[in-house]
Nanobody, 114 residues
């Protein structure tokens, strides 16, 4: 059974930083594209960042230069380091794993507010 377990998000002040992690099991992690989507009420999920099995990362334009995605194939974990956070980054963040199918974590709330 596939499980993606995200770390707890939280409340961060604008300009602050927060790191998320997602531990995967039940998949061939090293062969999976991993990443993060986010969603706000009334909106579709948007792809924030992804990293392919070779380690190549891609980002939505609005987070380039502020967010960094990385992966640890030894520990089957993907990370999202978020710096210079803005109120518009407030969302539920979902980890995903994609190989033949796409699997999802349960989501974790990130709130950026003073």
């Amino acid at each position: 059974q596939v499980q993606l377990v995200e770390s707890r998000g939280g409340l961060v002040q604008p300009g602050g930083s927060l790191g998320l992690s997602c531990a995967a099991s039940g998949i061939i992690f090293s062969a999976s594209t991993m990443g993060w989507y986010r969603q706000t009420p009334g909106n579709l999920r948007e792809l924030v960042a992804s990293i392919n099995p070779g380690g190549t990362a891609s980002y939505i334009d609005s987070v380039k230069g502020r967010f960094t995605i990385s992966r640890d194939n030894t520990n089957n974990t993907v990370y999202l380091q978020m710096n210079s956070l803005k109120p518009e980054d407030t969302a539920v963040y979902y980890c995903f794993a994609r190989q033949r199918y796409t699997y999802w974590g349960r989501g974790t709330q990130v709130t950026v507010a003073s």
